[in-house]
């Protein structure tokens, strides 16, 4: 708020002596000070400590600057000097006062603007870790030996204790279910879309869902030595080490400091040597500093980061941060995971095989009529399949094998077929129950009065958009892998039905991680794209991480790029806006840098007065704000090779 009276009366003062009043001095101090020592305050004490070590950086420019302008302005204001009158705009300009009060405060100004764009733009970098936490157990029943129940802390829990676990509670500890049987959905871990049967002697994991029965599980890891608990170490140290990457501007920078300052000194020298007056070798000593402050430089990522954001968020598109958008210009291969990214991560019915004598839909009317009573998955996808169904009676759930009931007096029943009884089935149910296994998909028979009489195939639906989202990838020359947990089957049928030829199926998390970096040892370049707790770790690994913004918190706070929306064909639209942010950024780069290269020798030469190297200061940070601006066209008009129109949408309120 000070910045815009101390630019306009520091410019009015200088420039127009007529306007100076009794104290005037006093004023434009005490309106300027604030902001050149409180509010630079963080430059200043980053500059003091790199001279403690003997080191520079654009802190130290910053701060030099601004306390060069701020020295010379309060001499200048304070100082027995006659103010001289001048006529003519070119004359008051370039012979005005040295007063630079506008210059230190709009430094300051600039490049705070600047830090808090980028530190939006990087808000939601650290959430990642926080949402692991909120997503596993907080408390837990534990079984006492007398039957009975005691809730304690997730945290007390130690080895070998037995607790209990119910329908839409949170597996607290890795262990053995010793007794109960339950439907445990553990797609957010493994990338299996079905729920997994845990009867007694099977292993379930710690953070996963038990969603129906009930089960007495025995604790074998807990605490740090549960596979969650791993998950969360390997996202902790694949963004760690992805964090070590150093931005652009602090590589030139080692360099273009400690220049800046030796030629400001040598500037200041050289018009004292050359028996110039002290004002003049003061004015050119600063006006170096001024025209090499980095405000373009500090606004060159944050602003073009900001603008591709806004715009990326209306196409569905979220990108979290600069630190891996520069690797997307080499991006070669594209790394996609099944569950819940090429699939929906919803099961649904993909056929309906009756027996001669029956129709389809006669068949799976009968079976909707039993399931619209179960909460199984399965049971879910079935009901929803269609809406026919007449009255059930006599319903009876039997864990792990299906449901069965008594509709319009007959006695149906659905569930596996090893419960159905496949060998007294037709052939042609037989051979419908073979072609579902084959593509990995769940075949569920149907029975009434004894009889089998059809074969639903459940599946998980590949979404819609996934083939032209792979097509539009190699129409760009990017090879296409896909990487799950899931059967190698499923993941074959998936991979064929999108146009994907390379898969790596049955992979366990840790797995992924070193697929990704077995292809970045071989000179790729790789993207990610996941949406569950197992791809966490893959995403911060891969040179760019692209999250589903529907899939899981830490997804998400690993990736670098967020689609807030499943439609796949954002992929690549997602990639194209990211390499036009990495053009823009370069630009800018070029631009703060080549302007300050180009403009520092003649300011080194007297050619330049401070005010006016204030000004240009300005129109170099309008310029790459203004360049940065235009990304807001992206989708509209081609902004350079590969991009693409996208729908015109905006974003959920949750991005």
């Given amino acids: ?55 520079a950086s654009m802190e130290t420019l910053i701060s030099v600057g601004i306390t060069a302008a701020t020295i010379w302005s309060l001499y200048t204001v304070f100082g027995n000097h006659s103010p001289i009158e001048r006529s003519g705009i070119w004359q008051a300009l370039l012979g005005s006062d040295a007063i630079y009060f506008e210059v230190a405060a709009g430094v300051t100004v600039f490049v705070l603007v600047g830090r808090y764009f980028e530190a939006r733009a990087k808000s939601q970098a650290g959430s990642a870790l926080r949402a692991l936490a909120a997503l596993s157990a907080k408390e837990v029943a534990v ?56 009867r007694p002697g099977g292993q379930v994991i710690g953070g996963t869902t038990v969603l129906d029965g009930r089960l007495i599980v025995e604790a074998a890891a807990v605490g740090a030595d549960t596979q969650f608990a791993g998950m969360v170490r390997l996202v902790e140290q694949a963004q760690a080490q992805k964090a070590d990457a150093q931005r652009l501007a602090d590589r030139i920078s080692s360099v273009f400091v400690p220049a800046v300052l030796v030629i400001e000194a040598l500037t200041a020298a050289g018009w004292l040597i050359a028996g110039g007056q002290p004002d003049r070798a003061v004015s050119a000593a600063l006006a170096v500093l001024v025209i090499a402050c980095p405000c373009a430089l500090g606004l060159a990522t944050p602003t073009a980061m900001m603008v591709a954001s806004g715009r990326g968020a209306q196409l569905g ?60 998955s399965v049971a879910l996808a079935i009901a929803a399949a269609t809406t026919r169904r007449d009255a059930v009676t006599d319903f009876r759930a039997i864990p792990g094998r299906g449901v069965s009931g008594t509709v319009s007096g007959r006695a149906v029943r659905v569930g596996k077929p090893s419960w159905i009884g496949s060998s007294s089935c037709h052939p042609n149910m037989r051979a419908a129950r073979r072609h579902a296994e084959s593509l990995g998909e769940t075949a569920v028979f149907v029975e009434v009065d004894g ?205």
């Fill in 1 to 55: 708020m000070l910045f815009v009276p101390v630019a306009d009366l520091s410019v009015m003062f200088g420039v127009v002596p007529a306007t100076r009043f009794t104290g005037w001095q006093w004023v434009l101090s005490a309106l300027a000070l604030p902001v050149v020592t409180w509010a630079a305050w963080p430059f200043h004490r980053v500059a003091m400590r790199n001279a403690r070590h003997h080191a």
């Fill in 143 to 198: 079984l006492l030996p007398d039957g009975s129940e005691m809730v304690i802390p997730a945290d007390e829990l130690k080895e070998q204790q037995r607790f209990v676990v119910r329908p839409g509670q949170i597996v607290a500890a890795d262990g053995l279910a010793v007794d109960g049987s339950a439907a445990v959905d553990m797609s957010a871990m493994t990338g299996e879309a079905k729920p997994t049967r845990v």
């Fill in 317 to 376: 598109i979220f990108l979290k941060g600069y630190k891996s958008l520069e690797a997307t210009r080499a991006v070669d291969t594209v790394v996609f995971d099944k569950t819940g990214t090429l699939t929906t991560g919803r099961l649904q019915v993909s056929a309906v095989t009756a027996a001669p004598g029956w129709e389809a839909d006669q068949v799976l009317a009968l079976a909707a009529t039993v399931e619209a009573a179960s909460e199984h």
């Fill in 451 to 655: 009889e089998p009489c059809g074969v639903i195939a459940v599946a998980d639906a590949v979404k819609d958009s996934a083939r032209d989202a792979v097509a539009a990838l190699a129409d760009r020359g990017l090879r296409t892998m896909l990487l799950t947990g899931d059967n190698p089957e499923s993941a074959a049928a998936v991979a064929t039905r999108v146009g994907i030829d390379e898969v790596i199926a049955d992979i366990l998390p840790e797995g992924k991680v070193d697929v990704i970096e077995q292809l970045r040892d071989r000179g790729h370049v790789v993207a990610m794209v996941g949406d569950g707790i197992n791809d966490g770790p893959a995403l911060a690994r891969a040179d760019l991480g692209m999250a589903i913004g529907r899939g899981t918190d830490v997804a998400i706070g690993a990736a670098d790029i967020i689609l807030v929306r499943d439609h796949l064909d954002v992929v690549p639209l997602a990639l194209d806006l990211a390499r036009a942010t990495m053009r823009t950024v370069k630009l800018n780069m070029v631009w703060a840098f080549g302007y300050n290269i180009a403009a520092i020798p003649v300011a080194a030469a007297g050619l330049l007065n401070p005010l006016v190297a204030g000004a240009a200061m300005a129109f170099s940070s309008f310029f790459v704000v203004s360049n940065s601006l235009r990304l807001r066209k992206f989708g509209r008009y081609p902004l350079g090779c590969g991009t693409v129109g996208g729908p015109q949408m905006t974003a959920p309120s949750s991005a």
